[in-house]
């Protein structure tokens, strides 16, 4: 949007370039999607591009290396802001009020700052990379034949939305490029379709971010009405040039600083349904219904990130000195929901079954975390005086401390995102390969499992209901056709189990009642198919086959029940899901430790300030320990002790494709240390970074700095903050679930070196502590948590009791307020007709009559007026 | 010379006798013969309006309807020979397909 870019001096060589960045995967997705519709099953596309695969990784690699210029030139340049902008039209607008034409110009305009660099490494290296892993995973498996190239096509239109997103330098575009995200979530959750727990997971997450989406949209109108008056000419009012300039803030500032709020906050929960927080979190463990790369991709590349980059963004407005503790409440509101849903989502998390549910709950804990971080810092900034000059001018005393003490929260959060996102797209790529190969060992062992159910159970109780109660199939059928259509829908037929207290089932059940019975396909069950269906079902039941039941208690491949033992079968794997277990946890030394340990610091810091951030620090406090529970749990569960099953003991090591991005992101987990070292925790808008540190301390400065500050801080509240968090999150979290999962692979099982400490501390805790947790197992507490705490119930409920009925309301005035006016004319108007009709009676004589009657009345008129 | 009025009297009186024949009777021909009467009625009007008033365009207004009456009369027949054709019939309550 800065229109007026085209006459700008590019100031460097490589935004000349950047929009290729979002071009590249745009441009794919047609290309893929129509080559694959060309030669969909022909070998060469096979196996040559692997359905697509190879045309989308040279894509993302592009998008990756031109990502990686922009990113260095950056840093190795100013290290300042920077746009470009290119004019796509300019146009005519009237302002109103006004009777001269403005000139407005609309195009894109790539904004680069540390925020934007951060996560355009992220999502272009993380979209390469399960790129790689999908080619491993998706093309390896039957089911997938012939239509992954819909796959590679909607991947890298996701990948092209998200990079758009984070470039983009006005909100509008940022908006853009969000929807085309929300578009290509639900495209790749259900990708599935035919499955109707996917194409149901699918329609949930795209509603439930939509309804954030309608806030956001709300809140950015808000926006554009505060800042339009101060747009330039050629300036969009949304664009960052505009919000983002001091001089606007402070006018807006002066005049309407609640409205800022208010729209801000609208903004921050569309940030909420997309990076999936309460209350708004209920679609992120059902999105698990897509394949595993779009796991990885929506948790730790795209989607979910997109949230935490929206509030990233609005730090200019909060770290405004005229602004200055007008958004202290936001900051509150965003840390508070961060720390209630981290603590919610991991609670959950401690009794999923499911490997990929508790890489689900986990990410929005971790996210909340993000969030905790962010609203911390934001508070900071909004209170603190850290600029060079307070408002009247004068050289602020303090600006050193708490330009630091800024600095060093937003980086912390930020640096937590990066950490997250690294180490969770390294687990959901490991779990896939966990899946991927436990499903093929499956398929070896029990290779005709795979088996269409034609006889549901419902369907015998029906048959066995109208054989009690002495009915014929016929009248049966007609008194649930309830329109007397001759067919019978889902929903009459939905309706009438449930009257004859069958069964109440849910719309995706239904449908697999509707295949079973409706045996032309046309959707609608007439009375040949239902006495047909009935009849073959009974006599299958009283010869006694009841084969079908076995049916029902399918394999879960995805069930660590099933697994058990793996560290043996699939060492690389384990070894990453170690590290990114560890990393997410916040273990000393790896990954996530450096940012987390910021994270909770930063929240206490605040929390001493202002007592209602108490809360959320508790929160993350609290959260740390029941992290390190759930994730070690996994772990445990998952690789070590001895397998649960047959299946799980004839687990295979899996492909190159997958191990690749494994291996390439255990050392971005385990390097997080050199990332730190090299101030990489300090990202934070440029100009304020560099007082601090003069933005030139070496390698080794960085890292005693940060050792230091980690492990022997000189505030003896924050050393001691430290040690309990890392007792937390390191040792009570794990040590419990130690105690209660995994023990020793079996006899004869071999494994890397690196496994044998944490399987013989395993055996040592679980040998020496038991904890009994069999009553904690069977509480009402363990129940809901199994059942989300019950969100989706009342949800559901919710839309049943307020937007249906709502909409039976507006359904009925609808047809007689609205139809019944229209039907009355139409009704009125014919009658009328009808009497009228009946003057013509065809008779000679009549129309004499009427003739002579019409000129007597006309000759009466005329004596009238005349006389 | 006759009082005009009474002249106006027997032509409003041929006139309800034309008007009611037409009303009343079903044979096309009749009812044709009824509007020739009322016609004439007029034409009488006409004359009897035009010795009142000394005024000579009655008299033209007379031969004109006269001339009018006579290829009404013609094309009159005409139809009833064509409707004849079409229903083999003459009689007007048989005609009725213009019927509501």
Request: hydrophobic share 50%; net charge negative.
């Amino acid at each position: 949007m800065a229109g007026s870019g085209s006459t700008e001096a590019v100031q460097s060589a490589a935004l000349e370039y950047a929009p290729y960045i979002v071009l590249l995967p745009m441009l794919a997705f047609p290309v893929i999607l129509f080559l694959g519709k060309m030669f969909n099953g022909n070998k060469m596309w096979k196996e040559g591009l692997k359905e697509g695969g190879l045309i989308a990784l040279p894509v993302m690699g592009a998008s990756l290396l031109i990502s990686l210029w922009l990113i260095t030139d950056f840093i190795g340049g100013s290290g300042h802001a920077d746009t470009a902008g290119w004019t796509w039209f300019t146009s005519g607008m009237w302002d109103s009020g006004q009777t001269t034409v403005t000139e407005i110009s609309l195009g894109f305009g790539i904004y680069i700052d540390h925020v934007t660099v951060m996560l355009l490494f992220i999502a272009s290296f993380l979209c390469l990379l399960i790129n790689t892993f999908a080619i491993g995973y998706m093309n390896t498996d039957p089911i997938n034949d012939n239509r992954n190239h819909r796959f590679y096509a909607e991947f890298v239109l996701f990948c092209s939305g998200m990079l758009g997103m984070v470039l983009a330098d006005s909100f509008l575009w940022l908006f853009i490029f969000w929807e085309l995200m929300g578009l290509c979530s639900y495209l790749l959750i259900g990708f599935y379709y035919e499955r109707p727990s996917a194409a149901y997971a699918a329609k949930k997450a795209f509603l439930t971010t939509r309804v954030g989406d309608v806030f956001l949209m709300v809140g950015l109108a808000m926006l554009w009405t505060l800042f339009h008056p101060y747009a330039g000419a050629g300036q969009g009012a949304l664009d960052y040039s505009v919000v983002f300039y001091e001089g606007n803030i402070e006018k807006v500032a002066a005049s309407s600083s609640g409205t800022l709020a208010w729209a801000l906050g609208l903004m921050f929960i569309g940030a909420v349904g997309k990076s999936a927080q309460f209350p708004l979190h209920v679609w992120l463990p059902d999105a698990m219904e897509g394949p595993t790369p779009v796991s990885a991709l929506i948790h730790a590349a795209t989607m979910v990130n997109a949230g935490l980059y929206l509030v990233a963004r609005m730090f200019p407005f909060f770290g405004a000195e005229a602004l200055h503790g007008d958004l202290a409440d936001l900051a509150f509101i965003i840390a508070a929901i961060g720390g209630t849903t981290a603590v919610m989502a991991a609670a959950i998390a401690f009794v999923q079954h499911d490997l990929k549910k508790v890489l689900a709950y986990s990410t929005m804990s971790q996210l909340a975390y993000i969030f905790t971080g962010l609203g911390a810092a934001l508070y900071l900034a909004n209170t603190l005086h850290w600029h060079e000059y307070l408002a009247d001018g004068t050289k602020n005393p303090d600006y050193y401390v708490n330009h630091a003490i800024v600095v060093v929260a937003f980086g912390a959060a930020l640096f937590h995102l990066f950490n997250h996102a690294m180490a969770k797209g390294m687990l959901f790529m490991a779990s896939g390969a966990v899946i991927h190969e436990v499903h093929h060992a499956h398929h070896h062992l029990h290779p005709h499992d795979d088996h269409h159910d034609e006889s549901p159970e419902e369907l015998l109780m029906l048959a066995n209901y109208l054989h009690d109660s002495d009915q014929s199939v016929f009248g049966f059928f007609n008194s649930i056709d309830l329109d007397q259509s001759g067919e019978i829908d889902t929903y009459e037929f939905q309706k009438a189990l449930k009257d004859a207290n069958i069964a109440d089932l849910p719309p995706w059940e239904m449908k697999r009642l509707m295949v079973a019975v409706d045996m032309d396909g046309n959707g609608r069950i007439d009375v040949p198919e239902l006495e047909l269906s009935l009849g073959r079902i009974h006599l299958a039941s009283l010869a006694g086959d009841d084969d079908h039941h076995d049916h029902h208690d399918e394999f879960d491949a995805q069930s660590m029940e099933n697994m058990g033992g793996l560290a043996s079968k699939m060492p690389l794997t384990a070894t990453a899901m170690l590290v990114g277990s560890l990393s997410i946890m916040g273990f000393p030394l790896i990954g996530g430790f450096w940012s987390k340990e910021g994270i909770i610091a930063n929240t206490w810091r605040v929390a001493l300030d202002d007592p209602r951030f108490f809360y959320p620090a508790m929160c993350v406090l609290l959260g740390a320990a029941m992290t390190g529970f759930y994730m070690s749990r996994m772990w445990l569960k998952t690789f070590a002790g001895s397998p649960k099953t047959e299946v799980a003991a004839h687990v295979h090591p899996t492909n190159t494709w997958i191990k690749t991005p494994l291996f390439i992101l255990t050392f971005m987990s385990l390097g997080a240390i050199v990332l730190a070292s090299m101030g990489f925790t300090h990202w934070a808008p440029d100009e304020y970074y560099e007082p601090f540190f003069d933005g030139k301390k070496s390698f080794v400065e960085g890292f005693v700095y940060e050792m230091e500050h980690a492990f022997a801080n000189s505030d003896a509240f924050f050393f001691v903050l430290t040690y309990v968090a890392i007792l937390l999150g390191a040792i009570v979290g794990p040590g419990l679930a130690l105690s209660l999962y995994g023990g020793k692979l079996d006899e004869g099982e071999e494994s890397l070196p690196w496994f044998a400490p944490v399987l013989a501390l395993n055996q040592m805790v679980k040998g020496r502590y038991h904890w009994d947790n069999s009553s904690f197992a069977q509480s009402g507490f363990a129940t809901a948590l199994e059942n989300r705490l019950y969100f989706d119930h009342y949800y559901d409920m919710a839309m049943l009791k307020i937007v249906a009925a709502f909409s039976f309301k507006a359904a009925e005035a609808d047809s007689s307020v609205i139809d019944g006016t229209v039907k009355t004319i139409e009704r009125t108007s014919q009658q009328l007709s009808t009497k009228l009709r009946s003057l013509t009676t065809g008779s000679a004589r009549d129309y004499i009559l009427m003739a002579a009657l019409g000129t007597l009345v006309l000759f009466g008129l005329i004596w009238g007026v005349v006389a | 010379m006759i009082d005009p009025a009474w002249v106006s009297g027997l032509s409003a009186l041929l006139f309800v006798i034309g008007l009611a024949g037409a009303f009343t009777r079903k044979n096309a021909i009749i009812v044709l013969m009824c509007i020739e009467l009322m016609l004439n009625a007029a034409n009488m009007q006409f004359a009897a309006a035009a010795v009142h008033h000394g005024d000579a365009t009655g008299w033209v207004y007379t031969i004109f309807a006269i001339a009018i009456a006579a290829s009404e009369v013609a094309i009159g027949l005409a139809i009833f020979l064509a409707m004849y054709g079409q229903h083999e019939s003459i009689t007007l309550d048989d005609v009725n397909v213009l019927r509501n």
